[in-house]
Structures are given as structure tokens and as C-alpha cells.
């Protein structure tokens, strides 16, 4: 039994009528009605950083996933 997009639609329409929890109230408006695009929301600072680490990338300055995991894994020791 296939229920129709209609049905679908006016099942959750009903659900959402129905609601009292905030959270999810929010969560479904953020869902259908993104605000802005995330880069938009970072600071000056976050988005400098954020260029010289692609900077450095693209200079070949990298290292490999086990080797920056080990040099944490030492400070949290």
C-alpha cells in the first residue's frame, strides 16, 4: 500500500498543528528555511584561518591524520 504524497503532506501537517515542543518546532523551520549560508556567521578571525590553512595545503604543508592524532594524543596524556 502506497500512501500518496498528499496523504504524506496533510499526516504531517496535522503532526505539526498538533505541536508543542519548541525545539522542534525550530528545528523544522531551520530545515525548510535556512538562514544564512554558515561562512557568513564566522568571524574575520575564523575565516583568516581558515584561508591559511587552505594556503598552507596548497604549499604542500600537511601532514598525515596519524601523525597530528599522535601529537595530540601526547598532550592529553
Known amino acids: 500500500m502506497t500512501v500518496s504524497l498528499e496523504t504524506r503532506k496533510l499526516s504531517i501537517i496535522e503532526y505539526m498543528a498538533e505541536l508543542e515542543d519548541e525545539s522542534i518546532l525550530l528545528q523544522i523551520e531551520n530545515l525548510l528555511k ?44
Open 34 to 77: 535556512p538562514k544564512v549560508d554558515f561562512w557568513e556567521e564566522l568571524s574575520d578571525v575564523e575565516k583568516a584561518s581558515i584561508h591559511k590553512g587552505i594556503e598552507q595545503l596548497d604549499a604542500g604543508q600537511r601532514i598525515g591524520y596519524e601523525a597530528f592524532m599522535a601529537k595530540y594524543r601526547k598532550t592529553e596524556a
